[in-house]
């Protein structure tokens, strides 16, 4: 377990989760791809540097839940 949070600290928080699988699921209402809300994928780009590295955590999150 160790590792997966080596890798994350170096992680570019700034990148788009985005994977261009860009499909709302109606049951989570979450992105099937990028597992991000409506409004974290309409904030993204004047999101601040924190806000991405927040949404990033819940991404992460929400992965060890599925």
Known sequence: ?????DS?????YS?????????MNAASGLCDGC?????EIAAW???SDEQKRSIWQL????????
């Open 35 to 39: 597992l991000r809300t409506l409004d």
């Open 15 to 23: 990148a788009s989760p985005c994977i261009n699988v860009c499909v």
């Open 8 to 12: 994350r600290a170096d992680q570019d």
């Open 59 to 66: 991404i992460a999150q929400r992965r060890e839940l599925a």
């Open 45 to 47: 780009s004047c999101a």
């Open 1 to 5: 377990m160790a590792d997966s949070v």
